[in-house]
Nanobody
Framework: QVELVESGGGLVQAGGSLTLSCVAS????????VGWYRQAPGKQRELVAD???????DYADFVEGRFTISRDNAKNTVYLQMNSLKPEDTAVYYC?????WGQGTQVTVSA
């Protein structure tokens, strides 16, 4: 059984930064691509960024160069560095790989 635990969310003013972390239990993390997703109230969950096992990254259009996804396989951890945050980035952020999802961490950006 794999467990994913996100952390690093919080309340930040527009223009601020946050770094999210997601730690996976078990020993299969390094074998899979990993994604960060988000879900805002009343909206569908959407992909924010993903990273392959070789650390090739891809981002949603709305990221516009503001976020950076990275991974440390030795620590079973994936990160999402978020800069220049906007109120519309407010959402619950989840990490996921294969069929496993974390419980999410709330990010709230005030105007």
């Amino acid at each position: 059984q794999v467990e994913l635990v996100e952390s690093g969310g919080g309340l930040v003013q527009a223009g601020g930064s946050l770094t999210l972390s997601c730690v996976a239990s078990g020993n299969i993390f390094s074998s899979y691509p990993v994604g960060w997703y988000r879900q805002a109230p009343g909206k569908q969950r959407e992909l924010v960024a993903d990273i392959t096992t070789d650390s090739i990254t891809d981002y949603a259009d709305f990221v516009e160069g503001r976020f950076t996804i990275s991974r440390d396989n030795a620590k079973n951890t994936v990160y999402l560095q978020m800069n220049s945050l906007k109120p519309e980035d407010t959402a619950v952020y989840y990490c996921a790989f294969w069929t496993y999802w974390g419980q999410g961490t709330q990010v709230t950006v005030s105007a």
